[in-house]
């Protein structure tokens, strides 16, 4: 997820704060359920909005596109005011980048001739590097400088076993950020400390070591979203699937924590693993019976939710 602001003034740029009419924010080329989300600017969606990164472009290009963060949201009754920051060690995107950008960030038709901020559901970075306008390792600079408090990890009990954290929920996740940002709020509202790993700085760790570092946790949660098409070789037609590394890290969670401390939630009609057919799965439903569900399966690994 990422946020979009285009200026018509070549000078937005120049200093914060900017200020955008509240009837172009949010709303304007954004998904409506993204845009359900955030449009009301309520203290939860502020505070999401600023975790994502921003594209700060000028209309039609007329001026060199930066990459940063918005710092602070500030809602008036007709406008929203905003303070941003770029981020200095990703380097300004040259004329052009962005329309050669253009299906790969969901960029309308019209969109570079209009003044507005769009939220669009792409994860910038990894577009960024495979189009070869940033490198991983400025990614993991600029992270490490946002690097939070390390895990929590419990000291051995007496007998010398690892104790559980019952503090932290690692969540494992695809390239469904409505159903990753939900999760999160909910594992936040039961006063528990949702570990999302693309939100822990790498500090040079591979991406398994990442897994291996932040996974010291008493429970997991894997969401399978329809975010890839498989089938066999030969077939006519595709089923829904998890991304690969959902699958990977769900079988790592549970040679890790033991199967009755991961939990599968599962959106929509998708295929999930045979080898593991064992594992209880738990529908991500619109009414919300995943989360009884979720907490009975948590209370049972020890949590007091």
């Given at each position: 997820m ?32 993204i ?9 939860k ?22 990459i ?12 929203v005011?905003?303070?941003?920051e ?15 950008l ?13 003044t507005?901020w ?28 946002k ?23 690692f ?6 950020e ?22 822990q ?6 991406i398994?070591e ?18 890839d098409v498989?089938?066999?070789v ?10 690969q590394?959902?699958?990977?890290e ?5 040679g ?14 998708i ?20 989360k009884?569900?979720?907490k ?10």
């Open positions: 990422f946020n979009l602001l285009i200026s018509s003034n070549p000078e937005s740029w120049d200093a914060s704060p900017y200020e955008i009419e509240r009837a172009r924010a949010v709303v304007e080329y954004t998904a409506d359920e845009s359900e989300r955030y449009k009301f600017f309520d203290e969606a502020i505070r999401e909005l600023k975790s994502f990164p921003c594209l700060f472009v000028i209309e039609n290009e007329q001026r060199e596109s930066r940063g963060y918005i710092t602070n949201i500030r809602v008036r009754q007709a406008s005011v905003m303070d941003f770029f981020d200095q060690i990703f380097p300004p995107l040259p004329l052009g980048s962005i329309e050669t253009r299906v790969d960030i969901d960029l309308g038709r019209w969109e570079l001739s209009r507005h769009a939220v669009k559901d792409e994860a910038l970075f990894d577009i960024l590097i495979k189009k070869g306008f940033i490198t991983q390792e400025q990614l993991n600079a600029s992270q490490a400088l690097e939070p408090p390390p895990p929590v990890v419990p000291p051995p009990a007496a007998d010398g076993s690892l104790a559980f954290n019952n503090s932290q929920v969540i494992v996740h695809g390239h469904d409505i159903a990753k940002l939900e999760m999160a709020e909910f594992i936040e509202s039961l006063g528990l400390e949702p570990i999302i790993l693309h939100m700085a790498s500090s040079g760790r591979t398994i990442k897994i291996e570092y932040y996974s010291n946790v008493g429970f997991g949660v894997v969401l399978y979203t329809p975010c498989g089938s066999k030969g077939a006519l037609n595709g089923s829904y699937r998890a991304r590394n959902v699958v990977f769900h079988g790592y969670l549970i890790k924590l033991g199967r009755p401390r991961v939990a599968a939630v599962v959106k929509g009609a295929e999930t693993p045979n080898d593991i057919s064992g594992v209880v799965y738990i529908a991500l439903d619109e009414q919300g019976n995943w009884e569900e979720l009975k399966e948590m209370r049972s690994a020890g949590y007091g939710v």
